[in-house]
Every structure is written in C-alpha cells, then in structure tokens.
C-alpha cells in the first residue's frame, strides 16, 4: 500500500458498504470479519490521506451536497427514499470508478 496509489475495488465496495449500512453490517453483508474491513477501509484512508470514511468519500467525489440543503437544512426526499436511492447510486459509482481505473 502507497499513499497515492488507486484505491482497490475492494476497498471501494467496503466503503460504499460501510456508509450505507454501518461498518459491522457491512462486514456481515460482505461476508468478512470487521477487522477485515477495517483494514481496508485503513488502506483506503492512507491511499486518500483521509482520516475517516466522510473524508474519503469527498475525497472521491462521492459527497455532492446541494447548496439549498447546506443552507435550509431541508430534504427533497423522504430519508428512506434518498437512502434508498444513495444506495444505488453509490454501488454503481463504485463499480464504475473501479472499471475506469482497470483501464488505465
């Protein structure tokens, strides 16, 4: 591991699946031990020079927060919907960053 390096596939569907679901429900989704994904997502912070899973997912472009949330404080969708929909798009993300960065 190198501070600079692409982030591994793994590491991403560790952090997507963490900030979804929780660290240890993660784990038990992905069928591996939390130390397990803790490691990656230590891996993953190094690589980003993040200090927690926030950090990295701006990092990655994966935190877009709307000005009118910023300065309202209100939601467009009901919390299970964006949930919901946080979900999908951010597993997609995941797989597509990792596609892009097989091709390079």
Same mark, same amino acid.
């Not at 209100?74 to 960053?97: K, N, V």
């Given at each position: 591991?190198?501070?600079g390096?692409?982030?591994?596939?793994?590491e !991403?569907?560790?952090?997507?699946n /963490?900030? !979804?679901?929780?660290?240890?429900e993660?784990?038990?989704r992905?069928?591996?031990a939390d130390s397990?994904l803790?490691n990656?997502?230590? /891996?993953?912070?190094?690589?980003? $020079?993040? $200090?927690?899973?926030?950090e990295?997912?701006?990092?990655?472009?994966w935190l877009?927060?709307?000005?009118?949330l910023?300065?309202?404080?209100?939601?467009? !969708?009901p919390?299970d $919907?964006?949930?919901?929909?946080? /979900?999908?798009? !951010?597993l997609t993300?995941?797989?597509?960053?990792?596609?892009?960065?097989e091709?390079?």
């Amino acid at each position: 591991m190198t501070w600079g390096t692409r982030p591994t596939r793994r590491e !991403l569907q560790c952090l997507a699946n /963490s900030l !979804l679901h929780g660290r240890k429900e993660a784990a038990k989704r992905m069928g591996i031990a939390d130390s397990t994904l803790r490691n990656h997502l230590t /891996s993953l912070n190094y690589r980003l $020079e993040a $200090e927690n899973m926030r950090e990295a997912a701006f990092a990655l472009g994966w935190l877009n927060i709307p000005e009118e949330l910023v300065t309202t404080g209100t939601h467009p !969708l009901p919390i299970d $919907e964006q949930h919901h929909e946080l /979900s999908d798009q !951010l597993l997609t993300y995941a797989d597509a960053i990792f596609r892009g960065l097989e091709n390079r």
